[in-house]
Structure formats: C-alpha cells, structure tokens
C-alpha cells in the first residue's frame, strides 16, 4: 500500500480512537499493520502501528491480543538501528508503558512494575531533549509503579513519591493546553497517591485526596471515562473501608462502581470480569460484611 495511504489509515485511526468509539476504531488500526507489514517497510514504522493497535486492544480488554501486539513492536524497535537516539529511547519507552499497562489491567503486577522500572529509569536522568521526548510516558509509568507496589502491598512510601511525581507532572500539563488526557491522568495519580497514603497509615490524607480524585474524574472531565471513574470510586471505597470510617459513602461508592462496570455502552461494554470489575466487586463485599457498629 503505498505510504500516503497509510498515513490516511493513521489519521482517520486517530480521529476515530479520539471519539471513544476503540470498536470502530480497531478495524483501521489491523488495517494499518497490514499496510506496514510489507516488503521493505521500515521496522519503526510497523513497530509504531503495532503499538497503535496495542492501545486499541487495551481499551477493549483484550489483554493478551495488546501484550502479543506490543511484544512484536518492542522486538522490531529493538532490531531496528538507532538513527536518532532521542527517537529510539521514546519509541522503546513508549512500549514499555503499554507493556506496564497491559501487565497491571491483567493482574500481573510483578511484570508490571518491571516494564514501569525500566521505561523510567531509561529517563534517569533525562537530558532536557530527552524529557521533552519522552515526557508524556514519564507520568504514566510513574503512576503505574506506584499502582502495581501499592497492589502488591509493599513500599508505600515509594508509591506515595511515585503517585505524587506523576500527579505534579499531569498537573503541569493540565495547566499548559487542558488536555483531558492529562486531567484523566491526574485522577488516577491522585487516586493511586490516595491507596498509597492509606498503606501508610494516613488515613486522613487518604480520605481527603481520594475525595478530590472522585470530584476531579466526575466533575472536571466532560465524559469520564467508566474504567477510570470505576476505578477512582473503588478507591475512595477502598481507603473508606481500611480506615472504617465514612463507610455509608464508601458503600454508594462501590455499589456505582461495580454498575459502571456492568452496565452496557455504545463504546465500553466489555467492563464486565475486568479486573476494574473485580475490584469494585471485592471493596463492595468487603462493605457488606461490616456491623452496623461501624457505620
């Protein structure tokens, strides 16, 4: 297919993918692989729309189809020689956050936080060309190793220092253009640093700042996302129930949660055995069984 073909694929993938609609949008984003994976096709670019139909599968849960995608992208980016070093380093860390994203959404929280772990450590330190490059992946890896060490209930503190760089540096972009991609990302910053400050003990803190993560995701963005607004309710439920306190609001909250997850959209409705379900089903239980005592 000739290139500028392709580059139409690209740009209507991306208009598409930009309207929410990840079910319309993956039949461009196969049709871009095939139209990169011909003869004589650089590996950058097949790995680039390899990594576009990634993000599409993780949007539709289909986990193992996005690792399989991003594993491929990650082998022709790392055969491919490094004209531009600057270019290598985002290409190979922006794999890396789909790799981190993929392994957490599926549970597998050990390999998530080895992708997070080394996508950020390929930016310490980074020379400035470099964080401008690869500066819109820093945030999300930081929040997702803070995310995966806080489900695997070890080093809080790190994830608290992890959650909160992440949330500056979302703010910071919020602040520049508004991006709602940004403000979707210091939600769940915000929400991550929230379970952190509970595995600390502060429960205040962790009251308060998942409170502002709710009203951030539910109030500031014109049409939340389900998963991350799911996923910033469990939250709230979640550091409600550790500290036993505000437990009537704890319990609305992951009561929407699990309906969020389970109720049918024209866009998102495979949320339904995510692990965003699971969890707001095991907060919810865990509410349940409280006595009364602790209303």
Not at 124 to 137: F, I, N, S, V, W
Not at 175 to 202: H, I, P, W
């Amino acid at each position: 297919m000739p290139e500028h073909q392709a580059m139409v694929l690209a740009s209507v993938l991306a208009l598409v993918s930009m309207t929410g609609d990840h079910e319309a949008a993956l039949p461009y984003a196969e049709s871009l692989v095939a139209a990169r994976r011909v003869p004589g096709e650089s590996p950058e670019n097949l790995a680039r729309a390899l990594v576009s139909h990634a993000s599409q599968l993780i949007e539709l849960g289909e986990h193992e189809q996005a690792l399989a995608a991003a594993e491929e992208a990650d082998a022709h980016f790392r055969a491919a020689p490094a004209a531009d070093p600057d270019i290598a380093r985002t290409d190979l860390t922006a794999v890396e956050a789909f790799l981190s994203l993929v392994h957490f959404f599926a549970e597998r929280y050990e390999e998530a936080l080895g992708e997070a772990e080394s996508g950020i450590s390929r930016m310490r330190p980074p020379d400035q060309a470099a964080q401008e490059l690869t500066g819109g992946y820093l945030p999300c890896l930081l929040n997702v190793s803070a995310s995966a060490l806080v489900e695997l209930g070890r080093q809080y503190e790190t994830a608290w220092e992890r959650a909160e760089e992440s949330a500056l540096m979302f703010e910071a972009g919020v602040l520049v253009d508004e991006d709602f991609e940004m403000l979707n990302g210091l939600a769940a910053s915000l929400s991550t640093r929230g379970r952190a400050e509970s595995g600390l003990g502060r429960h205040a803190d962790a009251l308060a700042t998942t409170r502002l993560a709710v009203e951030l995701a539910r109030d500031t963005l014109p049409t939340p996302p389900r998963d991350l607004l799911a996923d910033v309710l469990t939250d709230f439920a979640r550091v409600r129930l550790v500290a036993g306190s505000e437990t009537s609001q704890a319990r609305a909250a992951a009561e929407e949660a699990v309906h969020l997850c389970t109720s049918d959209t024209a866009f998102r409705p495979h949320l339904t055995g995510t692990s965003h379900h699971r969890a707001a089903l095991t907060v919810r239980t865990a509410l349940a069984a409280l006595p009364p005592a602790q209303e």
